[in-house]
């Protein structure tokens, strides 16, 4: 329960379903790149990977509670996510630099969509979306650094 208006409410909701969703893409891509990378970069990727997706997992749980807080129904299933959300699913024959380079993309992208959201959700009054938000940007920008080092990049 929040003192926001019930319009304002369902506003941000319907604005976190897709970073739920994406979320979710990234967490089923994450875990692709832990089973399948090959080769020398296999022990800090499947390491660095481990590390997100745990990471990852409680994240959902928290934006999905955060749209329960806000009186919306959290979407569920992956045919929803898939509507919601537009992070690729992962190639589980690619190369270890490009399973890194898609994990990077899809940090980015879910990023880029959090970043504006940070202030609306702030000007309209909802500062507990935008700390969670401002959380999730941290730990995606922080994703990309790490990612980017683990290939030299
Ligand atoms: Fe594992």
């Known amino acids: ?4 208006d019930s ?17 979710v893409q990234l967490y089923v891509l994450t875990q692709n790149v832990h089973w399948n990378v090959t080769g020398p ?19 959902i749980d928290e934006i999905a509670e955060r749209i329960r807080t806000l009186g ?3 979407p569920a299933g992956l045919a929803a996510y898939a509507k919601l959300g537009s992070i ?5 024959n690619a190369s270890a630099e490009d399973m890194v380079k898609s994990l990077n993309a899809a940090h980015k992208q ?25 959380d999730r940007l941290t730990v995606h ?3 990309q ?9």
């Open 88 to 92: 690729a699913d992962g190639d589980e």
């Open 41 to 59: 970069l296999f022990q800090g990727v499947h390491l660095l990977t481990e590390t997100q997706y745990t990471e990852l997992a409680m994240a």
């Open 110 to 134: 879910i990023a880029d969509r959090i970043r504006p959201l940070i202030g609306k959700a702030g000007d309209a009054g909802d500062e507990v979306t935008a700390g969670l938000l401002t």
């Open 72 to 74: 919306s129904k959290a």
């Open 1 to 4: 329960m929040t003192t926001l």
């Open 7 to 23: 319009k304002t409410q369902a506003q941000i909701a319907d604005a976190l379903k897709p970073v739920l969703a994406e979320s």
């Open 141 to 143: 920008e922080k994703a």
């Open 145 to 153: 650094w790490m990612l980017r080092a683990t290939i030299g990049a």
